[in-house]
């Protein structure tokens, strides 16, 4: 082969290869802004944030980064809705519920009480209608929404005083997440939306009775058990309590096909992740929680049945007064309803089983 022969192939093999390599490569370098509602200290729940950057950095060699901002640093905690859907900011981590006051649609997002299962909601985002539902709400907010990590069901929170009945709610000044008020104030409980990262010095000066965050791991962070010491379970108004990545429409439509799917998939990994982390966490803590005082005790089942009682009569009334709860909810219903009637025979029987016996 002449030099010329050399010099043509050569130069038809860098035009391939160049062909042939990753599209990312040339795609000019983007910059994202993601403002958490969760402090830095709850290394779970903030931390799939940093899950979600570290992923899509790493996808990208670099060409995509997104910094991630405690409460405070660029918007307050509860304003993330705002701030995404103003483009203030191009993401956000936070739990839908918070938002309830816009519009009570957005608590399925997360959780209502006696709602689906950590399982049975990730089935009914990626493979049932979940998504798609959401998705078409949250076009009127200028908002793209993934699963942003699960927590598993949730304790029911810390009491100063036991917990006997349903009269024991009345006039409780109850620190309770978003939307689940709604049903413990029909109980005659005065619920109060606090962030995280405020509520042991409400509860520590009296301003709460009593407060529910998560569970045993980010609670004993919190230092909850050293200002009260009833802990009650479980948690019926989360029994999964979801999280979402917001992500701007604008922000998010003018992506490659690449940068969307680096999106997609860091998220898919940081909400599996999120709850791996809590289920690996939780016991010990709860182990050293006990050990140290903690009084743990599930609530009387005539607690439950009124509160279930009290949510279905509110879900009811939502949807004869809201047509965006009565889309959601109806689909949310039926497939809660068919999910429990699976999950009742080999999943609750095995765990049943299993929970009965010493290992």
């Not at 899950?51 to 918007?75: D, R, W």
């Amino acid at each position: 082969m002449d030099r010329r022969s050399v010099i043509k192939h050569a130069g038809m093999a860098g035009i391939l290869a160049a062909a042939a390599a990753p599209a990312v490569h040339a795609q000019a370098t983007i910059r994202w802004r993601l403002t958490s509602s969760f402090p830095k200290s709850l290394d779970t729940i903030h931390g799939a944030a940093d899950v979600f950057a570290k992923k899509i950095g790493e996808m990208s060699g670099g060409k995509f980064q997104v910094t991630v901002h405690a409460p405070g640093e660029l918007v307050p905690a509860l304003g993330v809705v705002d701030a995404v859907q103003q483009g203030t900011v191009e993401a956000g981590h936070t739990a839908p519920y918070y938002y309830f006051g816009k519009d009570d649609t957005f608590a399925m997002g997360t959780a209502i009480p006696f709602g689906l299962n950590s399982r049975q909601l990730t089935a009914w985002y990626y493979d049932g209608n979940g998504l798609k539902l959401f998705r078409e709400f949250y076009d009127q907010y200028n908002i793209v929404n993934f699963p942003g990590g699960n927590t598993g069901a949730q304790m029911g929170g810390w009491f100063r005083k036991e917990i006997k009945g349903p009269e024991d709610f009345k006039g409780l000044k109850f620190r309770i997440g978003g939307f689940a008020g709604k049903v413990l104030g029909r109980m005659g409980a005065v619920p109060q939306n606090i962030p995280g990262g405020e509520i042991y010095q409400a509860l520590e000066k009296g301003t709460i009775d009593a407060c529910e965050w998560i569970g045993p791991y980010d609670d004993e962070k919190l230092g909850f058990n050293k200002v009260a010491k009833n802990y009650y379970y479980p948690g019926f108004w989360e029994g999964g309590a979801q999280v979402d990545f917001y992500i701007n429409k604008k922000a998010y439509n003018d992506l490659s096909a690449e940068y969307k799917a680096m999106v997609e998939s860091a998220a898919a990994y940081a909400h599996a992740e999120m709850q791996a982390r809590y289920d690996v966490r939780n016991p010990a803590a709860l182990k050293r929680l006990v050990a140290a005082g903690t009084k743990v005790a599930p609530f009387p089942k005539t607690v439950m049945d009124e509160a279930f009682k009290q949510a279905m009569a509110l879900y009811d009334e939502l949807s004869n007064s809201n047509p965006n709860w009565k889309k959601i909810y109806s689909d949310y219903a039926a497939f809660r309803r068919d999910q429990n009637l699976w999950f009742r025979l080999p999943e609750a029987a095995f765990d049943r089983y299993m929970q009965g016996t010493k290992l």
